[in-house]
């Protein structure tokens, strides 16, 4: 006999020393005794009368709370050119190094963001990211926000690496897609007061003579609104 | 030290004792305050200071209180805080840092905020960002919050002082350190400050800036104070040294961060200085390379190719699998296996013939100039058990038996012999065959550090840039002349008298290959004088190839090859029965054999058909097999029948030997799995049923250790040819002087625009007697040699008659390929195109 059995021998002998429990709850009456064998369902009885709190995701989706750590996304001028100048702060802050930036410059044949420097790789590795947010603190041009979309997972680990395209916001009403100039007589800087409300001629003249398919042309937006 | 000190003892150094933050510490007399609290760890915030540079005190961020004895002794505190980078130290001063004097504190941060002031908030988008000083220093020594309210100070930027070069004046905190770089060590003033008080500025000429309304000068006007187009050599050492982000580099500006970066120590591969850099590399990809501190070699500075040329290794050209060449007849990937088989029988069908063909005739080997001294001991191994032949000659360029005798009995196997030390404290340097700012950058500078303290001569055919900043004295020469201009150096002459000082030094250049009886008389005249001479080559590999013996007369460690007991040392050493005895043909000759139909195999390592004068296009195609280890996809390779790839300098490690013969070891920056031309070679040996052992850095280096340098005995005997006279006349047949300009189009300096924009432009030079006679038409002149000729715009030089120079291999002037001869050899100078 080992000794593992003799000591479930010995619990065993113990239980039967032991005294019994006894409840000190009021003893039930009469028809609660009737009731008792499914007095346990009355919770689940009360509940059918009561609001539902599950979410029926993903068949119906609400959204998060407003300032949810949500899906980052790069963010762009009113005219369309991003506001990411690629200056790296991101990744520096970040603790789970999930971000990975490579910057270059802006040409005039080639102008992404106002001024001299802009991020032409960005990525963003979801596997990593633990939504923290110091990124967001980092970034010294806005261009960095999170979204509200907590819809992270996929199939594959390339996948969950985000890119610059993924990233991006998307091309409002209004806006062009860059690269194209900067508005006539203004600086970078006047992009970061915010002084830049809209695209003008000269940047939709530009981009019509250097990329007449771009779809964020006004007028091949006005063809695809026809076509539905 | 006192006055009756003997001369013969270490001199003595004249100490005083201060103490700073209450800490005594003893320097010698003169150092500065600032040197002195570094010497005890205390660290006082400094832009202009640099320990290369003469003091400025221009910055004023170094304030500390100081109290000094006045005559009568008694120490009294100077009513300002002073800058400790301007004043030296002395006997019972006390220097109060920011540590410890509330007063030198609150200077310094005031002189932080007035420096501020002007200086942009634009660190996400400056390079400079996260390894800045005035970044650092501002939070470590400056006020948290500031006063200034006002607009700031803006200029036009960036402003593009070269190709390579970019400034912007907004970030610039004055404390010209690059201006005093550039006159101090580069001699190149192409920049100086500019304008007064808030509008001071660092810039070119530039008479907008000035304001020089109706005085404009005729033409461009990016000439600098001197009249001179912004040009150095040495332009990328201000952008290290410039302590915020004013000055940058076009090619790494906006690529990294320096978190990014990892930092591998190495040595340069592109001259034989051996100039120790940092290369900084992200994800395998090099972003940058940087001048390492190496205070005996290249001190803190490297030339602009050391620093920007690196882009060649990773262009799209770069061959990572074997190529074997096919039925069809072009080259298509293949395995490792498939390809050393494929090599190994067609080395094996040229040693001992394919059954049908009754008499191989051998293979040789070209290694190339600019392999390690492992690689060159490799090249050789092999070359003399696997190939049984001396055919090895690492000298494609010009060369001669009489060089390889001088190599032999006075270079290899002598250790350090000069060194840079040496040069910097010789009272007198002749140059002959070499041009120190062109093919020696790091010597050019150390040359120059000793300016007013040294006579410089140089044998050239007129004094070039370099030399005129050396403030050299031209022993006019046409090229192939210098053994006679040796011999000229005698007597009472002011060159022989400079020589016979003590520490004087020769320097001979690879060119002096050239000129018949060069060597022979450089001998003569260190004899002579009693001055010590140095070699030195313009390539890397050069000295460690000498030393590994991949000459083919020379065997590891200067020993000849027809010495018999050279042979068996080395023979006895390798485990080998017995060394091929007959000495090898050189590099040239190889080639003329070779095109000619007398050799069966070839073996190239990275030699560029282009730079050599000899045909060897013909050569390969005429050669049965061609074996091609290269990093890049060469011209060799179109006659290649097997390819291997090999690694470039970042991703080996190796040694390169420098002209001092100073080991320059490194490791491998970036590992990948390309493998170094010795371990490659190694198993192909392996293929061919030889054991090589030269699989690893460290078997070589055991080997070459163990073999030594040779005996008096068994090296070759000092050269003894006649020198040769030339008879340079103006006319229309002219002498050819030629050699590489630093930046020129060479292979190693391909995929880089921004630094090539800082090359020269290619000129001929005549002196203006042979011009007249040659007769120009609108300034142009055309070279001509009886395989081609050069179209080059003429520049009248005031140099020796009857010669025309060109550089090698700049932009349209691409003599060894156009022209097909070497300088020193005749051409056709006729005007006009």
């Known amino acids: ?27 039930p009456g009469p028809v609660g005794k009737v009731f008792a064998p499914v007095a346990g369902f009355g919770v689940t009885i009360r509940n059918f009368f009561k609001p539902t709190v599950t979410e029926q995701y993903p068949e119906k989706r609400d959204t998060a709370m407003p300032r949810y750590h949500g899906r980052h996304q790069l963010n762009r001028y009113e005219d369309g050119l991003e506001k990411c100048i690629g200056c790296e702060l991101c990744a520096w802050a970040c603790p789970a190094d999930a971000i990975y930036v490579e910057a270059d410059s802006n040409t005039p044949d080639a102008q992404y963001s106002p001024g001299e420097r802009y991020g032409r790789v960005y990525q963003i590795n979801y596997l990593r990211c633990i939504f923290c947010g110091l990124c967001i603190e980092a970034c010294p041009t806005r261009a960095l926000t999170m979204t509200n979309d907590f819809e992270l997972a996929g199939p594959t680990r390339e996948g969950l690496i985000y890119e610059k395209q993924d990233l991006l916001a998307p091309l409002e009403d209004g806006m062009l897609a860059a690269p194209h100039p900067m508005v006539p007589g203004t600086k970078d800087d006047d992009y970061y007061k915010g002084d830049v409300t809209q695209v003008v001629d000269e940047q939709v003249e530009w981009v019509r003579e250097h990329r007449p398919e771009e779809p964020t042309l006004p007028e091949n937006r006005k063809a695809e609104a026809a076509r539905g | 030290m006192t006055s009756t000190a003997d001369k013969a003892t270490t001199e003595a150094v004249e100490t005083v004792t201060l103490t700073i933050d209450s800490r005594e510490v003893t320097v010698p007399k003169g150092t500065l305050i600032i040197r002195a609290a570094e010497q005890v760890g205390i660290d006082i915030p400094r832009f202009c200071d640099h320990p290369l540079l003469k003091p400025a005190g221009a910055c004023r961020q170094c304030l500390v209180d100081v109290a000094a004895p006045d005559r009568e002794g008694n120490v009294r505190p100077f009513p300002k805080p002073q800058a400790s980078c301007t004043m030296t130290a002395m006997d019972g001063m006390v220097v109060n840092t920011q540590h410890s004097s509330e007063s030198a504190k609150k200077a310094q941060e005031g002189v932080m905020e007035l420096l501020l002031i002007n200086h942009p908030l634009d660190c996400p988008v400056c390079d400079k960002g996260g390894e800045c000083p005035l970044q650092n220093q501002a939070m470590s020594s400056g006020r948290t919050e500031t006063r200034f309210i006002d607009v700031k100070r803006v200029f036009e930027k960036p402003l593009a002082l070269s190709s390579e070069i970019l400034l912007d004046r907004e970030r610039c905190v004055l404390c010209q350190r690059c201006t005093r770089f550039s006159k101090e060590i580069a001699g190149d003033a192409f920049i100086d400050l500019q304008n007064r008080g808030a509008m001071q500025q660092i810039g070119t000429f530039n008479e907008d800036v000035l304001n020089f309304d109706g005085y404009e000068p005729i033409g461009v006007a990016a000439e600098d104070e001197s009249g001179r187009a912004f040009s150095s050599y040495f332009s990328g050492n201000t952008v290290q040294i410039c302590p915020v982000g004013a000055l940058t580099s076009a090619s790494y500006r906006f690529r990294s961060r320096p978190f990014d970066l990892v930092s591998s120590a190495g040595i340069s591969e592109h001259d034989s200085s051996g100039a120790a850099i940092r290369t900084d590399h992200r994800r395998g990809k090099i972003l940058r390379r940087l001048a390492d501190n190496d205070p005996v070699v290249n001190e803190e500075w490297v030339t602009d190719k050391d620093r920007f040329a690196f882009t060649w290794q990773n262009l799209s050209d770069r061959i990572t699998r074997p190529l074997v060449r096919g039925e069809d007849g072009e080259l298509h990937e293949a395995s490792w296996p498939e390809a050393l088989a494929a090599a190994a029988k067609g080395l094996r069908t040229a040693l001992d013939g394919d059954g049908e063909d009754a008499t191989p005739q051998g293979a040789a080997v070209l290694p190339g100039g600019r392999v390690t001294m492992e690689d060159a001991y490799a090249y ?247 074996l091609s280890l290269e990093v890049r996809r060469s011209e060799v390779a179109d006659y290649a029948d097997v390819v291997l790839p090999v690694a470039p300098p970042s991703e080996k490690s190796g040694t390169f030997v420098n002209w001092e013969g100073r080991l320059r070891g490194f490791a491998t920056a970036i590992k990948t799995d390309a493998m170094s031309d010795h371990r490659v070679l190694d198993i192909l040996a392996r293929e061919l049923g030889v054991h090589l052992g030269t699989g690893a850095v460290a078997e070589i280096s055991q080997q070459l250790g163990s073999l030594g340098a040779a005996t008096k005995a068994e090296r070759p005997a000092a050269p003894k040819v006649d020198a040769a006279k030339v008879d340079a006349k103006a006319g229309s047949e002219l002498v050819l002087a030629s050699w590489h300009l630093l930046v020129d189009e060479g292979a190693l300096q391909d995929g880089e625009p921004y630094l090539a924009g800082t090359g020269r432009t290619a000129v001929a030079r005549l002196s203006r007697k042979t011009a007249d006679a040659v007769g120009l038409k609108d300034g142009l002149v055309t070279i001509s040699s009886g395989t081609g000729s050069l179209e080059l715009p003429v520049v009248i030089t005031d140099m020796i008659d009857g010669v025309v120079w060109v550089p090698a291999k700049s932009p349209g002037s691409w003599v060894a390929q156009e022209l097909g001869v070497e300088p020193g050899a005749r051409v056709t100078v006729k005007g006009g195109v």
């Open chain 1, 1 to 27: 006999m080992t000794e593992s059995d003799d000591v479930w021998k010995v619990n065993r002998e113990r239980e039967g020393q032991a005294e019994r429990f006894v409840s000190n709850l009021p003893e």
């Open chain 2, 380 to 626: 050789q191994k092999f070359a003399r058990l696997v190939l049984r032949t001396n055919d090895v000659d690492i000298r494609t360029r010009v060369a001669s038996d009489e060089e390889q005798d001088f190599l032999g009995s006075s270079v290899a196997g002598t250790g350090m012999g000069v060194t840079f030390t040496d040069l910097e404290k010789a009272p007198a340097v002749l140059l002959a065959g070499f041009e120190p700012e062109d093919e020696g950058g790091v010597v050019f500078l150390r040359l120059r550090k000793s300016l007013g303290r040294q006579r410089v001569f140089t044998i050239a055919p007129y004094l070039s840039r370099g030399a005129e900043k050396l403030d050299a004295t031209l022993l006019a020469t046409a090229p192939g002349g210098e053994g006679k201009a040796f011999a000229a150096v005698k007597g009472s002459t002011d060159a022989a008298e400079a020589l016979k000082q003590d520490g004087a030094v020769i320097i001979v250049g690879e060119r002096l290959a050239g000129a018949p009886g060069a060597f022979t008389q450089a001998l003569a005249l260190a004899k002579r004088t009693g001055a010590k001479l140095a070699w030195i080559p313009r390539r890397a590999g050069e000295r460690g190839a000498v030393e590994a013996g991949a000459l083919p007369a020379l065997l590891p460690g200067g020993r000849s090859v027809t010495e018999a007991s050279a042979r068996d040392a080395v023979a006895q050493a390798w485990g080998a029965d017995a060394l091929p005895e007959q000495a090898g043909r050189s590099a040239s000759a190889i080639i003329a054999d070779a095109a000619a139909g007398k050799i069966d195999a070839l073996v190239v390592g990275g030699v560029t058909p282009s730079d050599l004068s000899d045909d060897l296009t013909a050569a390969l195609e005429a050669t049965g097999f061609v």
